[in-house]
């Protein structure tokens, strides 16, 4: 008996719907962090009739923190903890806990899928997603600010097409470099 080569599709997008929650609650952990902080200055202005102050020079903290400090950032934390499940799904999908809690839990309830799609797309999608978060990741640990809430947005954005409407951006990505001829297949002789 041979075994089927494709999976699933509502697998990846079990996984996306997980990840997307978690990629939400990073994002909104990176936006009150040491992220998007401002560095108080040595003097500042207060307005009384609307209670805004000004504040002179208006520098990041995230500039004047340590490297330790924007580890133990919480939003860091939790999008190095999503970097790691984004690598896990490029190496051994097979093994990646979102997709084994689908496979063991989610799958025997559901019916039959109709078809079964190709493997490399989502594959190719976790690893750009690896991608993102990790530029975001090194660029907030060399003092980069606003850098890990938006990698976490983009992150979250793809995640949610995902999960709410079906559009695997990565794997969209997959199929115009697959037509290109860059990954997958071999470009057509002209």
């Given at each position: 008996?041979?075994?089927?080569?494709?999976?699933?599709?509502?697998?990846?997008?079990?996984?996306?719907?997980?990840?997307?929650?978690?990629?939400?609650?990073?994002?909104?952990?990176?936006?009150?962090?040491?992220?998007?902080?401002?560095?108080?200055?040595?003097?500042?202005?207060?307005?009384?009739?609307?209670?805004?102050?000004?504040?002179?020079?208006g520098t990041w903290?995230?500039?004047?923190?340590?490297?330790?400090?924007?580890?133990?950032?919480?939003?860091?934390?939790?999008?190095a903890i999503i970097?790691?499940?984004?690598?896990?799904?490029?190496?051994?999908?097979?093994?990646?806990?979102?997709?084994?809690?689908?496979?063991?839990?989610?799958?025997?309830?559901?019916?039959?899928?109709?078809?079964?799609?190709?493997?490399?797309?989502?594959?190719?999608?976790?690893?750009?997603?690896?991608?993102?978060?990790?530029?975001?990741?090194?660029?907030?640990?060399?003092?980069?600010?606003?850098?890990?809430?938006?990698?976490?947005?983009?992150?979250?954005?793809?995640?949610?097409?995902?999960?709410?409407?079906?559009?695997?951006?990565?794997?969209?990505?997959?199929?115009?470099?697959?037509?290109?001829?860059?990954?997958?297949?071999?470009?057509?002789?002209?």
């Amino acid at each position: 008996m041979t075994h089927p080569t494709g999976i699933d599709p509502r697998g990846p997008r079990f996984a996306a719907t997980i990840t997307s929650a978690l990629l939400l609650v990073a994002l909104v952990l990176s936006l009150i962090g040491v992220s998007t902080a401002r560095a108080s200055a040595g003097w500042f202005a207060i307005m009384p009739s609307n209670g805004s102050t000004f504040t002179p020079g208006g520098t990041w903290a995230i500039q004047s923190a340590s490297v330790l400090q924007r580890i133990l950032d919480p939003g860091f934390l939790l999008l190095a903890i999503i970097a790691l499940l984004f690598l896990w799904g490029v190496i051994s999908p097979r093994t990646a806990p979102w997709g084994a809690i689908f496979r063991r839990f989610v799958r025997p309830r559901l019916a039959a899928p109709t078809e079964l799609e190709d493997p490399r797309p989502p594959r190719f999608a976790q690893g750009i997603g690896l991608a993102v978060v990790t530029i975001g990741l090194l660029l907030h640990l060399i003092g980069v600010p606003w850098a890990l809430p938006i990698a976490a947005g983009a992150a979250f954005i793809a995640a949610f097409l995902n999960a709410a409407f079906a559009f695997c951006l990565g794997c969209q990505i997959y199929l115009l470099l697959q037509r290109a001829g860059v990954i997958g297949r071999a470009a057509p002789a002209a």
